[in-house]
């Protein structure tokens, strides 16, 4: 079926310091799905951080950045110089087709903290 | 600016005892709306999906309904709560289906006991 697996956190980064959160999926049920990262900072919903739809582009956002690797199923999250602002829960997403219905399958979650 | 709107923000409730969480959606119309569900250090799974008002469809089974009165409007209920229906509950929306970015709420987090 499909699915998604990524960096168990929890993870601790120092501010400054680079990150890497790697997402891979498996995606039977579509050959090419929407690529999602999710983000949910302490005590808010869970918002947008980042899309690709496409096989090859990158996704950038709030100093974020993903590349959607078909070759390697991978949707790996990266940014250069964490802040402690960056503290939060972020979940890779598949978006599935499924008619009607705009299905997302996610991650479990990589909760990142950032020590300054 | 669309605005998604969940209540409770959170429950405690007795195993047994009846549920019912809510999602307003405000400043978009005929929106698809979704119920998901995170256990506690579990993976958030989609409950269920509505394309239009009064049709629902279930995704997952877990002892659970949902409905949506209103275009704008979507409940989740039971009528007898489970130790495993514990986790944290969201709601989102999308302007259609295929693969359509979604927006979340806020959430409801609850407990059973």
């Known amino acids: 079926g499909d699915s998604v697996t990524q960096t168990e956190g929890p993870v601790t980064v120092s501010e400054s310091e680079s990150l890497i959160i790697n997402c891979t999926y498996s995606a039977t049920s579509i050959a090419y799905p929407n690529l999602f990262w999710y983000v949910r900072y302490p005590g808010e919903g869970l918002q947008l951080l980042l899309k690709v739809i496409t096989a090859g582009q990158k996704g950038s956002s709030r100093g974020f950045e993903a590349t959607y690797n078909k070759e390697t199923t991978s949707f790996h999250l990266q940014k250069a110089s964490v802040q402690e602002s960056d503290s939060a829960v972020y979940y890779c997403a598949l978006g599935l087709s499924g008619g009607s219905n705009a299905k997302l399958t996610f991650g479990k979650g990589t909760k990142l903290s950032v020590k300054s | 600016a669309q605005t998604i709107h969940q209540w409770p923000v959170a429950e405690i409730k007795a195993v047994g005892s009846p549920l019912s969480l809510g999602c307003t959606i405000k400043?978009?119309?005929?929106?698809?709306l979704y119920w998901y569900w995170q256990a506690t250090g579990g993976t958030l799974q989609q409950l269920f999906y509505s394309i239009t008002v009064g049709q629902v469809e279930s995704v997952v089974q877990l002892n659970l309904s949902a409905s949506r009165p209103k275009d704008d409007q979507f409940i989740l209920s039971t009528e007898k709560l489970l130790l495993s229906h514990s986790g944290f509950y969201l709601c989102?929306?999308?302007?259609?289906?295929?693969?359509?970015?979604?927006?979340f709420g806020p959430g409801t987090r609850l407990l059973v006991l």
């Open positions: 400043g978009k119309s005929s929106p698809n």
């Open positions: 989102a929306w999308s302007l259609g289906g295929g693969r359509d970015t979604q927006y």
